[in-house]
């Protein structure tokens, strides 16, 4: 069975402009978590979905927003993006919302010039 | 917060070696995990131990849990060059249904 996917793999953008990351769950995954690691840090915790609810949320601005599709897929989003949003961004999947082991995928590699 | 804190932040040691790292936390916790990253890549779940479990094994893995010093220790025994790795033990935050990392610990295994 494929893993959780994620794309692109990597990405440049300038500050200012905006971003949408990609996240496939496994098959009969029905929780989407996002969080963010900048280098060198744990990752940092910044959605939760569940049933294409939102079901957490972290610490974030409201440029970073996120939503989940019907087939449980999600895309998270950050406008106006700033350098310190230079980051690994790392999608985790789970059976259900209350589940505490969280599959993670590989991550998307943001750089912001 | 519930934030776990890795020790050491980094470790190096030969193949074969054993290779101990601990986590404090400061709140009551339901369970604590273990995660390992490669080279800045996705985490892979190691191991989960219940607030009631004193020790689990996996493995070459071993936890152990002391709720009373709100601690646990991940040792991996005779470790490989393939167990470099930065190793992060996690808590559930409940009310936000999210893990909370700490800051990890950086392993080093020299072949």
């Known amino acids: 069975d494929a893993g959780v996917t994620q794309s692109p793999t990597h990405l440049i953008k300038t500050r200012g402009q905006q971003v949408t990351l990609r996240c496939s769950p496994i098959s009969g995954h029905k929780s989407v978590s996002w969080y963010q690691q900048v280098l060198g840090q744990g990752p940092q915790f910044i959605f939760q979905y569940y049933e294409k609810e939102e079901r957490g949320r972290g610490n974030f601005p409201d440029r970073f927003s996120a939503r989940q599709f019907p087939n449980y897929s999600s895309e998270l989003n950050v406008n106006a993006l700033l350098l310190g949003d230079s980051a690994l961004y790392l999608c985790?999947?789970?059976?259900?919302?209350?589940?505490?082991?969280?599959?993670f995928g590989p991550g998307t590699r943001l750089t912001v010039l | 917060s519930q934030q776990g804190e890795e020790d050491p932040q980094a470790l190096s040691i030969q193949e074969g070696e054993n290779a101990t790292m601990n986590c404090s936390y400061k709140t009551s916790i339901n369970n604590l995990q273990w995660y390992r990253q490669n080279s800045g890549r996705g985490l892979v779940h190691l191991i989960l131990i219940r607030s009631n479990e004193r020790e689990k094994h996996s493995g070459r893995l071993r936890v152990t849990l002391d709720t009373s010093k709100k601690s646990s220790s991940l040792l991996i025994t005779a470790s490989r060059a393939a167990d470099t790795a930065s190793y992060f033990c996690a808590l559930m935050d409940t009310g936000r249904r999210a893990l909370t990392f700490g800051s990890g610990t950086r392993l080093q295994v020299q072949p």
């Open positions: 985790a999947s789970s059976p259900w919302e209350g589940n505490n082991e969280q599959f």
